[in-house]
């Protein structure tokens, strides 16, 4: 199937910029001139609706979708439009079906008053009226993932060609909805629930990957040892020299990393062979910081820098069994 998601400017209605429907979000160019290309796409003109978004570059690309080389417009394309929703998080705002999406803006011919009024003078989709749905603001809960792998990112046309069961899931999810199948809103927090694993499990596999080949292009073989639970996750050896390598991965810049009970006490140990390796922005552009623990500073080093040291904050923790002598407590009780 051919589907495309469009991310623009938040409105309730899109017919227009008016005292009571104005825009918000949708780019730089909706917050400096507080107007967007996107104001009258669910505004029918001539039978028709005419959408419109900024998309990266000068073009759609339509190849992308399945369209054939030399093309200028593809045709029966389920065309998602999303916004950031004022509350927080990008969400499905509505449709256009059996939408024919252009490589480049074409003209309105023959539209209405209120698409001059608002300057909507070209457009990239365009439906028939009656194939386009906008959802009322407290349907909007189908949320879009963000910065994960192959999820939507920065640029406002996202073509959800990825093939990772998290993307999957959210087509299905859009499609659902298009069909009227979808009628759980709760739904959505458990996909955002399993969205936040999927992502942690990305960061996690990218800061292992860069921790890997740092390792690797300096002559190490490395191997992976974390199911093992040594406190460690990588093993790397060079000759004589092996190396135990903890890994964190972070999505921002700011370095703040927390160890497990397994993982501090090797760490605590300031063997010669051990090694935090931090990553930062794991998934975009990813920053490598290896520490280790240096005798003649006795201090931890950030790689063999002068100046980056860590700063350690140790947090206590406890296990609590309740032994009772038999009968002294009610057989199904339950202990928080």
Not at 59 to 74: C, L, S, V, Y
Not at 76 to 98: C, E, L, Q
Not at 141 to 158: A, D, F, H
Request: charged residues 25%.
């Amino acid at each position: 199937m051919k589907i495309i998601f469009c991310n623009i400017g938040w409105m309730e209605r899109y017919q227009g910029l008016s005292e009571t429907d104005q825009i918000t979000g949708g780019g730089a160019y909706v917050v400096e001139e507080q107007h967007g290309v996107e104001v009258c796409n669910f505004a029918p003109s001539g039978g028709f609706l005419y959408g419109n978004v900024q998309p990266r570059g000068r073009q759609i690309n339509i190849k992308r979708i399945g369209a054939k080389r030399g093309d200028t417009e593809i045709s029966g394309v389920t065309v998602f439009w999303t916004a950031s929703r004022p509350t927080g998080g990008t969400v499905i705002i509505g449709w256009y079906k059996n939408a024919t999406v252009f490589l480049d803006p074409q003209p309105i011919s023959k539209h209405a008053k209120l698409h001059r009024r608002n300057s909507v003078e070209s457009y990239w989709i365009r439906t028939r009226s009656n194939q386009g749905a906008l959802l009322p603001v407290d349907r909007r809960t189908l949320e879009i993932p963000r910065r994960v792998r192959g999820g939507m990112g920065q640029s406002n046309v996202w073509y959800a060609d990825s093939d990772n069961s998290l993307i999957n899931e959210v087509v299905n999810d859009a499609l659902k909805l298009v069909r009227g199948k979808r009628t759980k809103p709760a739904s959505a927090k458990g996909r955002r629930g399993k969205q936040d694993q999927d992502r942690k499990v990305q960061i996690e596999w990218a800061a292992i990957a860069s921790c890997r080949k740092y390792f690797e292009d300096l002559g190490y073989e490395v191997k992976t040892v974390e199911k093992d639970n040594r406190g460690w996750d990588l093993e790397a050896k060079s000759g004589r020299t092996l190396l135990q390598i903890e890994v964190k991965g972070l999505s921002g810049d700011s370095i703040a990393v927390e160890l497990t009970p397994n993982e501090y006490n090797a760490f605590s140990e300031k063997s010669d062979r051990y090694r935090l390796s931090v990553v930062t922005n794991a998934l975009e552009s990813p920053k490598l910081f290896v520490c280790r623990f240096s005798k003649e500073r006795n201090a931890w080093i950030v790689n063999d820098s002068l100046d980056g040291v860590l700063k350690i904050d140790i947090k206590e923790s406890a296990a609590i069994t309740i032994r009772t002598r038999k009968g002294s407590l009610p057989k199904y009780l339950t202990v928080h």
